[in-house]
T-cell receptor
């Protein structure tokens, strides 16, 4: 069964810092991996989707990488802003033979002005 | 606008009173899914559906039912709600032809069972 771990669980940084959020998963037979942002009490907003054939995906100040063989993905946020404060979740796709999604418990980010 | 909608957004009910949370998507997606989110436990999948009349259990299906009679709708049914089903519920959909693709989430339904 897929297990997803996100480290760190919480992070507090001053505005302007570059930061890296980590996601690791145990079953590497995934089709893709999706990063989400969630504000308190709100829904999930998709940030980036990396296909298994890609190694990186970029959107603005966000860059996500995927290393399937080692079961890792990282989300890099450049020049962090207070508006980036949220919980970030990763979700590898179901692996072959199953259609269940397993989410990480997330990294709660706070960017201080 | 492409979206996943859920109703109601907020619901307070009493133990044992049957309820249904509706979910609808307008993107012609094959795959639909329900999740619950609880503090410290993250998002956990309740049920999912690969297509019309095809449903299967996720990790926490106990106490829930689903049906998929139309492609666009995937209601979540709580036949006899209990306080431990108090949670934030999300519906999601995804195109699913040759493999799992990007998931789109609804805004969430906050359920309180007293």
């Amino acid at each position: 069964k897929q297990e997803v771990t996100q480290i760190p669980a919480a992070l507090s940084v001053p505005e302007g810092e570059n930061l890296v959020l980590n996601c690791s998963f145990t079953d590497s037979a995934i089709y893709n991996l999706q990063w989400f942002r969630q504000d308190p009490g709100k829904g999930l907003t998709s940030l980036l989707l990396i296909q298994s054939s890609q190694r990186e995906q970029t959107s603005g100040r966000l860059n996500a990488s995927l290393d399937k063989s080692s079961g890792r993905s990282t989300l890099y946020i450049a020049a962090s802003q207070p508006g980036d404060s949220a919980t970030y979740l990763c979700a590898p796709s179901p692996t072959s033979g199953t259609y269940k999604y397993i989410f990480g418990t997330g990294t709660r980010l706070k960017v201080l002005a | 606008e492409a979206q996943v909608t859920q109703n109601p957004r907020y619901l307070i009910t009493v133990t044992g009173k049957k309820l249904t949370v509706t979910c609808s998507q307008n993107m012609n997606h094959e795959y639909m899914s329900w999740y619950r989110q609880d503090p410290g436990l993250g998002l956990r999948q309740i049920y999912y559906s690969m297509n019309v009349e095809v449903t299967d259990k996720g990790d926490v299906p106990e106490g829930y039912k689903v049906s998929r009679k139309e492609k666009r709708n995937f209601p979540l049914i709580l036949e006899s709600p209990s306080p431990n089903q108090t949670s934030l519920y999300f519906c999601a959909s995804s195109p699913q032809t040759t493999g799992p693709y990007e998931q789109y989430f609804g805004p969430g339904t906050r359920l309180t069972v007293t």
